[in-house]
């Protein structure tokens, strides 16, 4: 094993109605008056909300509900929220939802404890957060993994910016997590949690870092759990079994387990973050739709690395490094395509195939117009993204690449 840091200090309580502990919770952490912040009106109809805040008002805590997150989460709605929390006299952020409501509760929570600094300082990089309030989360949808994460992700969206920014304040006080909340979720929703919850391992799976072994086996395990699950997901949305199973995974993908004392490469998310900032395609969607050019772009860097993903996730029975390595690629595109993801921008929903001029633009906007690079695998400069995306803007085959 490699040296690593690991921080996981996030309360898990998993399993059926536990959203009723809410309350309980989020008093045993010190909460006196809990801002609810939540996304579309399905929490409302499920009647998930109104369980969670009678868990509030029965805990002898005051909680303001607000509603709204939409995904890609707006910059605007977090400012507009960390008005209303400030006047609230807010002292703890609950989050019910997925990803998008999660990461909109945690900009809430760092601008009403820093009520002089506009939020989007901190995703910039011009102010470091250096204290913040507590957010617990009610989990809905199994993708982005923010319940237990030390990112959040914001989009500006006057500027089409999407910035992702990492700091344990970000990490949750508590996760409540009951994979029957995620019942009634649409097929794609399912489907672009899938990619998300591969794609936080195989961005910190695709690493020239050697000797930690079992770092490997936990990344190759959980795949392959999210593989087989997800199939099963992906046509049943109500099998408890498959969906506690993406759930679980989901969190221990972005918490850092996966990727201990190994360095992160994460190119794949910045790559789809334009798409998502740009086109307001859903994040799952937009790493399934850049992924495979990504990967045909880098392999050679380390076929080895590749071969070994084929070999242990796949079951790939290859013994050419090269070969194994394409053949890992192609059945990773393939599972995409069985769970209805797009694999291009030809394929991804409001995208479609792009003038080589704004393929230009996207890969200038993604270096923060040409200050950085992406990546650590391969590092990959504004040509080098620009080529990424030229070939994912192709509405072929895999074969045709």
């Not at 309350?23 to 996304?39: D, E, H, N, P």
């Not at 914001?154 to 700091?167: F, S």
């Not at 079994?241 to 679980?248: F, K, Q, R």
Request: net charge negative.
């Amino acid at each position: 094993m490699q040296a690593f840091t690991q921080y996981t200090p996030t309360r898990i309580v998993f399993g059926k109605d536990t959203e009723h502990q809410a309350g309980s919770l989020a008093k045993q952490m010190g909460a006196t008056r809990v801002f609810v912040i939540y996304g579309g009106g399905s929490v409302v109809r499920s009647g998930l909300l109104e369980r969670v805040t009678t868990s509030l008002s029965e805990a002898g805590l005051e909680w303001m509900a607000a509603g709204g997150v939409k995904p890609n989460p707006r910059l605007s709605f977090a400012r507009e929220c960390v008005e209303k929390s400030k006047e609230f006299g807010t002292d703890f952020v609950l989050a019910i939802g997925g990803g998008s409501v999660i990461d909109t509760g945690k900009a809430i929570a760092h601008g009403t404890a820093n009520p002089d600094t506009d939020i989007w300082d901190f995703w910039t990089g011009k102010q470091k957060v250096t204290r913040s309030l507590p957010v617990g989360v009610v989990l809905t949808l199994s993708a982005a993994g923010s319940e237990t994460s030390d990112s959040a992700v914001l989009t500006d969206e006057e500027t089409h910016e999407k910035r992702g920014m990492a700091t344990d304040f970000n990490r949750p006080a508590f996760a409540i997590m009951n994979p029957e909340l995620t019942f009634t979720l649409p097929k794609y929703q399912v489907g672009c949690g899938i990619v998300d919850i591969c794609m936080h391992t195989l961005d910190r799976y695709f690493t020239k870092s050697e000797h930690n072994e079992l770092t490997d086996e936990i990344a190759e395990g959980l795949l392959r759990t999210v593989i087989c699950n997800g199939k099963i997901a992906i046509k049943d949305a109500h099998n408890y079994d498959a969906m506690s199973e993406l759930m679980w995974a989901g969190s221990l993908s972005h918490n850092g387990l996966t990727g201990l004392g190994a360095q992160k490469d994460f190119a794949v998310h910045q790559l789809g973050h334009e798409l998502s900032s740009r086109f307001d395609l859903a994040h799952g969607a937009s790493l399934s739709a850049v992924w495979e050019s990504w990967a045909l772009y880098v392999y050679q860097e380390k076929p080895e690395r590749f071969a070994q993903y084929a070999r242990r996730v796949w079951n790939v029975r290859e013994d050419d490094t090269e070969k194994a390595a394409l053949e890992g690629i192609r059945q990773t595109v393939d599972y995409f395509k069985s769970l209805d993801m797009p694999t291009c921008f030809g394929e991804a929903e409001g995208v479609g195939v792009q003038s080589d001029e704004t393929l230009h633009a996207m890969a200038h906007s993604c270096t923060y117009g040409g200050v950085r690079t992406i990546g650590s695998f391969h590092v990959c400069d504004e040509k080098d993204i620009y080529k990424i995306y030229k070939m994912a803007n192709k509405n072929c085959k895999f074969s045709d690449r």
